[in-house]
């Protein structure tokens, strides 16, 4: 697995802004990147993931941009709701490697 | 729905007891994974499978050991456990090694060895 960080290990939140997580990765042969969401007392669960030769992608409320020149990583989820509070992380990727988190960011997101 | 299965939520065990953390997947998945979760640590991953009787070390391997008996069920052994492997440990299954992006985890087990 490729290493990664985070710049900011908590995000608060109003409910109904928009949240934006960062995240930089050190390798850049890495090929795809992806965002995990674990909520408390759960494990981790996918959300979306991006290959090196995209630099956006779209899912359900949020995107995910991709900036290689610089090595950086964002999610942006878009009216960030209650539900939305949770640790993500970010994952960089080879092919065949198998997937290494970060530690994480909390989002936090107040009524 | 992807199910992967953790056979305890809370275990606590005593220092040098041999302790299994059994995990099962409901889908058919060829490759599993064990990690483990400390706070400020993140997630390491201790041991994975991409086939029925065959390992392969993670990041932090020692004093673990893995069995895959079945394409189902994949299993964490701590020989002889000690304190400092009190911590959550996450089981998870994918569809297959290369390009894949997608793992399913399990909900955890919390071991505290005391």
């Known amino acids: 697995g490729e290493s990664v960080g985070l710049h900011l290990p908590t995000l608060s939140v109003q409910e109904g802004d928009n949240s934006i997580i960062n995240c930089a990765y050190s390798n850049s042969a890495s090929d795809y990147f992806i965002w995990y969401k674990q909520e408390s007392g759960k494990g981790p669960q996918f959300i979306i993931d991006i290959r090196s030769n995209m630099d956006k992608r779209q899912g359900q409320r949020v995107t995910v941009l991709l900036n290689k020149t610089v090595k950086h990583l964002s999610l942006q989820i878009a009216a960030t709701q209650p539900g939305d509070s949770a640790v993500y992380f970010c994952?960089?990727?080879?092919?065949?490697?198998?997937?290494?988190f970060g530690k994480g960011t909390m989002l936090l997101v107040s009524p | 729905d992807v199910k992967v299965t953790q056979s305890s939520r809370y275990l606590v065990k005593r220092t040098g007891e041999k302790v299994f953390l059994e995990c099962v997947q409901d889908m058919d998945h060829e490759n599993m994974f064990w990690y483990r979760q400390d706070p400020g640590l993140g997630l390491r991953l201790i041991y994975f499978s991409y086939d029925v009787k065959m390992k392969e070390k993670g990041d932090i391997p020692e004093g673990y050991s893995v069995s895959r008996e079945k394409k189902e069920r994949f299993s964490l052994i701590l020989e002889s456990a000690s304190t400092n492997q009190t911590s959550m440990y996450l089981c998870a299954s994918s569809i297959r090694r290369v390009d894949n992006t997608e793992a399913f985890f399990g909900q955890g087990t919390r071991l505290t060895v005391v």
């Open positions: 994952v960089a990727k080879r092919r065949y490697s198998t997937l290494t």
